[in-house]
C-alpha cells in the first residue's frame, strides 16, 4: 500500500515510546485478549453468562483492528483519535459488565486498559501535532 505510514514517520512527543515497544507489548496485550476474550466467548455459549456480556468484547475487537487501519493505512489521526476513545470505552464497559461474572477477567486485562490509557494520551497528542 502506497500510502502506508509507520509510527516512525509521524511527528510525535518526546515522550513517545521507540517504535520496536510495540510489537513485544502488543504480543503480551493480544495473549491475554485472546485468552480472557475467548473464556468470555465460551462462557457465553455456554450460557453461563447472558450473550449480552459479550458486546463490548466484540466492539472492542472491531475498533481495535480498525485502528491501525485509520492511523496507518488511510492515515485518518482524527478517526484513530475518535477510534482510541472507543477502545477505550469499551473496555471500561468490558470490565463493568463481566466483573459480577468473573472478576478475574478485568485483572487479567488491567495492563490492556493501562496500555490504552496511556496509548490513548499518545494518539491525542499525535493528532494535535500533526494536524
Do not use: C, H
Not at 14 to 37: M, N
Request: charged share 10%; glycine share 2%; no cysteine.
Amino acid at each position: 500500500m502506497e500510502n502506508y505510514l509507520k509510527y516512525e514517520d509521524y511527528l510525535k512527543p518526546t515522550w513517545a515510546p521507540p517504535s520496536w515497544l510495540f510489537g513485544p507489548v502488543w504480543s503480551i496485550l493480544y495473549t491475554i485478549i485472546f485468552s480472557t476474550f475467548g473464556f468470555v466467548f465460551y462462557q457465553a455459549l455456554n450460557k453461563k453468562i447472558p450473550a449480552i456480556v459479550v458486546l463490548p468484547f466484540i466492539l472492542n475487537l472491531v475498533f481495535n483492528f480498525a485502528f491501525t487501519y485509520f492511523q496507518f493505512g488511510i492515515r485518518n489521526f482524527n478517526l484513530a483519535a475518535i477510534d482510541i476513545l472507543l477502545i477505550l470505552i469499551t473496555i471500561i464497559w468490558m470490565f463493568v459488565v463481566i466483573w459480577p461474572y468473573y472478576k478475574a477477567v478485568v485483572y487479567l486485562n488491567i495492563p490492556y486498559l493501562l496500555w490504552v490509557s496511556f496509548a490513548t494520551v499518545l494518539q491525542l497528542t499525535i493528532t494535535y501535532i500533526n494536524r
